[in-house]
């Protein structure tokens, strides 16, 4: 890869209730890695354990910028079976940015047609601007919809560096090769992310960018090489 992964903009802290730093820490860490920027995007409260949706009304108390390092403020929105979100619109509006994931605590496999369908209405959302590890076959989605959908919204799919390096989600290379692909044919936006739960793994992409040189991925559509093409993306006028 020629151009530096810059931005980790899908990270916990222990507001999400199943991760073992501070924001100040991860973005100290960030600092020490030579990362530009920084997101905090703790899940929404239809993870067990997370946050109240308050804390996303007074998140913006967050420094925009610690240790040299810009601070964003997103949430991991968590789909439900309705193919609403655990977060609503009132909670997300003062946010940057919203990332909508599936995840096993909030939802369980409605087949590989309704799982599509739910996302893509949760895609439509204009606060939602990314897709977190949309690689898992426990919860099948079409890829041949779920990218021209993710290009018609403006929403990158992300490639999960936490996915890779443990491997345990059902068909996971398989999966994110497979929408790779179709990323680069429909000219779609990609995201890479550590997805770190602890300070020692904010700004680890090393798995995810073997993984994008192995398939010769187009930098061009990757969205966090570049803070101004990543605030451009979201519309961010600071």
């Given amino acids: 890869m020629k151009n530096r992964l810059l931005m980790d903009l899908h990270t916990h802290t222990l507001a999400s209730g199943h991760a ?3 924001v100040r820490e991860n973005a100290m860490a960030a600092a020490e890695k030579g990362l530009t920027g920084i997101g905090v995007t703790e899940h929404g409260p239809g993870m067990p354990g997370s946050c109240h949706p308050l804390y996303f009304t007074n998140i913006h108390y967050i420094p925009r910028q610690l240790y040299g390092v810009n601070v964003y403020y997103g ?13 609503d619109d009132r909670f997300m509006s003062g946010l940057d940015y919203s990332i909508v ?5 909030c939802y ?6 309704k799982n ?3 996302l893509i209405k949760c895609m439509s959302n204009p606060k939602v601007f ?6 898992d076959s426990t919860y099948p989605l079409d890829y041949e919809q779920i ?11 992300e490639v999960n560096n936490n996915t890779i390096r443990n491997g345990w989600k059902k068909n996971c290379m398989e999966n994110i090769r497979t929408y790779l692909d179709l990323c680069m044919k429909y000219r779609s936006s990609i995201i890479v992310s550590s997805d770190a739960h602890d300070p020692s793994t904010v700004g680890r992409f090393q798995e995810a960018i073997a993984l994008l040189d192995e398939v010769g991925f187009d930098e061009e559509l990757i ?14 006028t600071g």
């Avoid at 949430?75 to 977060?87: F, I, K």
């Avoid at 369980?108 to 047609?113: M, P, R, V």
């Avoid at 969205?223 to 979201?234: H, L, P, Q, T, W």
């Fill in 20 to 22: 073992y730093g501070t």
């Fill in 75 to 87: 949430v991991e929105n968590d789909m439900m079976e309705d193919g609403s979100m655990s977060l």
């Fill in 101 to 105: 994931g599936i995840h096993a605590t």
């Fill in 108 to 113: 369980h496999d409605l087949g590989i047609e």
């Fill in 116 to 118: 599509t369908e739910n």
């Fill in 130 to 135: 990314f897709v977190s590890h949309p690689d």
């Fill in 147 to 157: 990218v021209p959908a993710a290009k018609q919204y403006g929403v990158a799919l």
């Fill in 223 to 236: 969205v966090n090489n570049s803070e101004e093409k990543f605030r451009k993306f979201i519309g961010f």
